[in-house]
Nanobody, 132 residues
């Protein structure tokens, strides 16, 4: 059974940092396109970042987080991370990890471009609040 479990969320002041983790079981993350999404209160779930599967290391970011967030993968731990720096109040929301078998696509961005519908497997999310 495929499962994704996020952790690392919490309360942080503006300008601070957090690192989110997404532990996978039932599959190996390096074979899947893996992504992070955020859902702010009362808003749609939005894509933030992704990392290629099939052993690749290519990444993609939304404009809202480019330069501040970094996605990475530890194959030995079967875990994907999201390092978030210089956090802003608008980064507040529930952060979700998602996975999708690469299939015919060669980059994770092809799936991320489809938004929520590009990924089949989801964790339950971890909340992040950026506030002073």
């Amino acid at each position: 059974q495929l499962q994704l479990v996020e952790s690392g969320g919490g309360l942080v002041q503006p300008g601070g940092s957090l690192r989110l983790s997404c532990a996978a079981s039932g599959f190996t993350v390096d074979r899947f396109a893996m992504a992070w999404f955020r859902q702010a209160p009362g808003k749609e779930r939005k894509e933030l970042s992704c990392i290629d599967g099939n052993g690749g290391a290519g990444t993609d970011y939304s404009e809202s987080v480019k330069g501040r967030f970094t996605i990475s993968r530890d194959d030995a731990k079967n875990t994907v991370y999201l390092q978030m720096n210089n956090l802003k109040s608008e980064d507040t929301g529930v952060y979700y990890c998602a996975g999708q078998p690469m299939g015919v696509e060669t980059t994770c961005g092809a799936y991320m471009g489809r938004g929520y519908g590009g990924f089949s497997y989801w964790g339950k999310g971890t909340p992040v609040t950026v506030s002073s």
